[in-house]
Nanobody, 116 residues
Framework: QVQLVESGGGLVQPGGSLRLSCAAS????????MNWYRQAPGKERELVAGITSGGGRTNYADSVKGRFTISRDNAKYTVCLQMNSLKPEDTAMYYC?????????WGQGTQVTVSS
């Protein structure tokens, strides 16, 4: 079955960096685009970044452009989110997401807290 397992979250000071990883299994990873979403308390889940199946194209939310970088390794079935210059407003649960056929799959999330 499809599994998405996020890791790498934690507590970081403003201006710091974190690298999130999502380990995928149970589907043909290299055939599907992958996305990172986040959800802060009391807010709707929002798209942070996406990457095409081959990794050739990426897209970002305006709020993270220039600070976050999404990448993938199809040989290792992983998609990563490098987050630099973190701000308190980046605090959220971060989720890996895949749309496969007519279904959407989510990981369990990893918490990112940016605070001094």
């Amino acid at each position: 079955q499809v599994q998405l397992v996020e890791s790498g979250g934690g507590l970081v000071q403003p201006g710091g960096s974190l690298r999130l990883s999502c380990a995928a299994s149970g589907f043909a990873f290299s055939s599907y685009a992958m996305n990172w979403y986040r959800q802060a308390p009391g807010k709707e889940r929002e798209l942070v970044a996406g990457i095409t199946s081959g990794g050739g194209r990426t897209n970002y939310a305006d709020s993270v452009k220039g600070r976050f970088t999404i990448s993938r390794d199809n040989a290792k079935y992983t998609v990563c989110l490098q987050m630099n210059s973190l701000k308190p407003e980046d605090t959220a649960m971060y989720y890996c997401e895949a749309n496969i056929g007519y279904r959407t799959f989510w990981g369990q999330g990893t918490q990112v807290t940016v605070s001094s």
